[in-house]
Every structure is written in structure tokens, then in C-alpha cells.
């Protein structure tokens, strides 16, 4: 009996064990059919020091931390020089790229290539090709390069649309110089917006990135590249479990135009726009937080131009459904300048189809803040705890607006909300109404028809841009 139970467990483990293997993936094929369409990129930027006899970094060729500094602090010219040590010197970098076309196109990061005087293209094969710069578009980070051969292996695109959170991806790429090294991972999430980068939904993954495997393909199960990896989120400079991709058609679309004309033409609409909060949602009389805010409109700018306006909600752009803030600047730079679009927009309660003809974006521009302008002209804190002045005809002027009140120090409840000295009141919005505030009788007088429960938001203009600050439930009234 004994030996019959051993047997029996004996076999519920062997297949429990098979069970696990075959559920485990196994990318041996992918990475033979697909790894060869992998290259190294090397590239090397010859730069010359600003000081006479100055080297880039304080150390002799001797020491330890000479070569550290000769591969990662060279691209940062003007440092303190040492007597004795050539002024002209190079920089040299690493990343990876993949073959799109049999006849030498290869795509990489933006970053990769960026100002090198000399780019190398290393095969698996060792094979080794200079290329050159086809284009270049740093607002996805995307490039494409070419270099002078035929019959070169290529990879096979995929549809990120179909990818799934969750599915299991690959990375190969040249990590530290470790040229075509593989690593695995899954999708950690999709659509991830990051700071200053408004173009590109990247693709999250737990996939192992790390310095080297910029420009590299990831690719899904399939074989299939379904994004170019480009960013980790790391506070060493090394993974930590977060690392985001450019998806491939984003970088299709991208390279189409550099290889037709060698730059990347973007729609604007001229506005600046804000996520809809729940509480924002509220004051406008939305039943859900949806759309993009509209928080300023360009004079002169086709949204301007169009008949959008400060405190539009915008929900739909030429028929696609805008669910947050995010997915705007990506819609409407995907869509060609000159084209006619129609824009459905949340204004007072209700909705308006409006009709836009799209510009090209231009390039960014630097704000400065404005002047906070004349001495306070009335020192009693409101209900809010702000204490406010009506704007000057010179402020007026200068920030370009009819009315608004100017805050000139913040005291009491008002701590508890996002608004600053130098800020200026436009207007004030709830349940929809749009009330432009003209004085801070008229101001005061409004705030007074809340009780404490009322969600009420303020239209504020801050430096050169302006924001909608909400704020939940008003203190009680009192002066000071």
C-alpha cells in the first residue's frame, strides 16, 4: 500500500512538473530568428574644452576613476581645467538599434545619436558599417539612421494595440556594451504619460533596460517588435523594475516622415489644457471626469480662431473620445496641419460641435513670469483667506486681460489650497456658470451664497499660463 501511494504521488508531481514547464515561455526561437536584426550602436563626438590647457575631468590617465569619467562626463564641456592635458578630446556612447529594410534603415533613440560626429553600426555577424543621420524627432525620441548595405536581416512589426498588460515581452540590446544581450519581462501597463513627453503612450514593463539598450526593439511573443525601449524610472541610474517603450507604430509614423522629408510635422490647436478632476468635473456640471480643460487660448491661434474659449471642456476631437488630458496633444499632433476637424466641447451646461482648422506646432517656448505689479490695495483677508487688490490699467495691460483680481498674500484656510501671492483670479466656476470676476466686492459677494459643503473652482493665472484650482468646501466666513 505504501508503495503504491509513493508511486501515485510520484506521478501527480511528474505531471504537475510538465505541467509548469510547458506553462513557462520559451523565447530560444524568437531570440534566433529575430536577434540577428539587432545592431550595437557606438557613436563618438569629438568636443573641445572652453579653458586653456583645461581636460575634461580632474583625474590623470593613471587613475582608477579616469576611464569612469572618460565614458560618462565628457558631454559636459566648460569644466575646470589641469595644466598639461590637450584641450580637444572625445566622447564616446553606446546604444542599440534594429533593422526596418533589407537595404540598411535601421531605427534607434533620438538620444543614441544625438550631435555624434561619427556613428558605428556593429552586426551580429561583426560586420561593421558607419551610418548616417536621416532624421532625428526628440519629442518621441525616435531616429532614423542608414547605413550602406543590402540584404540585411530584418524585424518583423507587431500591433501594440493588441498587446496585453500582463503578456510576456523581451528586450535585446547592448546594456553596458554586453552587445545582444536578452532579457525578459512582462507589460506592466499601457498609455503611461511622463513628464515633459505629451506624444507618446509609452508601453511600462518590469523588462530589464539599462544603459546600452536604448533604441533596442522589444518584442512580444509573436517575434513581433511592438516598441523601442527608451526610458527606465531609476534613482541608482540603474533598473529598478520600470522601464517604458516607444510603441512601434509611434515610431513608424515618425520615421515615414523623416525619410520623406527628414523632420516630423505636428498639429496644434493652440491651447493649455488640465486633467478633469472629479471636483472639477462638478463645478462644470459634468456628470464624470472626463475631457481636457481648457485653461488659455493662443491669441491669434486656431482654437481661438475656431471660437474656443477659457473654460471649455474638450470631449471629442475629429469623432475620438477624449478621456483625459493626456490624449489630446497626442490626437491632435498626429493629425495633419491644415486639416478641418471638428471639436465637441462642454460649455455652460451643454454641449457645441465646433469646426477648427489645424496649424503646425512651433517650438516651445520659455515662459516668464509676469510682474506681480503694485502694492496691495486692500489688506483684509476674504472668506478664503486671500488677500486681494484689483489689477491696474498697466497690469492689464502687460497680462493681456480685461479684469481679475491679483492675490497679494494668502493667509488662514487658503493654505489648504494650491494658490500663491503673485496669482491672479480670472474668474469663478461652479455648476457650470462661468462668472468672470471684475472686483473683490463682486468677488466676496459671490463667495458669501456658498455654505461649507459647496465645491466652487477659480479660473487663476499664473506667470504665463493659467490652471483651474478647485477647492472643496469653503471655511467659514471671518475677516482678520
Known sequence: MKQLLVAFFFTVFSVLAQADSRGLPDFTELVEKQGPAVVNISTTQSLRSNGRNAQPFPFD??????????????????????????????????????????DGYLLTNAHVVDAADEILVRLTDKREFKARVIGTDKRTDVALIKIEATGLPTVRLGDPGVLKVGEWVIAIGSPFGFENSVTAGIVSAKGRSLPQENYVPFIQTDTAVNPGNSGGPLFNMKGEVVGINSQIYSRSGGFMGISFAIPIDVAMEVQAQLRATGKVSRGRIGVVIQEVTKELAESFGLSKAQGAAVNAVEKG????????????????????????SSDLPRIVGSTKPGSKVTIQVWRKGTTRDIPVVIGEIAEEKVASRSSRGAKPTERTANRLGLVVSELTAEQKRELKVNSGLLIEDVRNNAARVDLRPGDVILALITRGENVEIKSGEQFNRLLAQFDKSANVTLLVRRGELQTFVTIKGLPERRTE
Open 61 to 102: 590617465e593613471n587613475d582608477p576613476m579616469f576611464e569612469f569619467f572618460r565614458r560618462f562626463i565628457p558631454r559636459q564641456p566648460g569644466m575646470p581645467g589641469i595644466p598639461g592635458v590637450p584641450r580637444d578630446y572625445e566622447s564616446r556612447s553606446l546604444g542599440s538599434g534594429f533593422v526596418i529594410s533589407s
Open 301 to 324: 491661434g486656431p482654437a481661438e480662431k475656431a471660437g474656443i474659449e477659457p473654460g471649455d471642456v474638450i470631449l471629442r476631437f475629429d469623432g475620438r473620445t477624449i478621456g483625459s
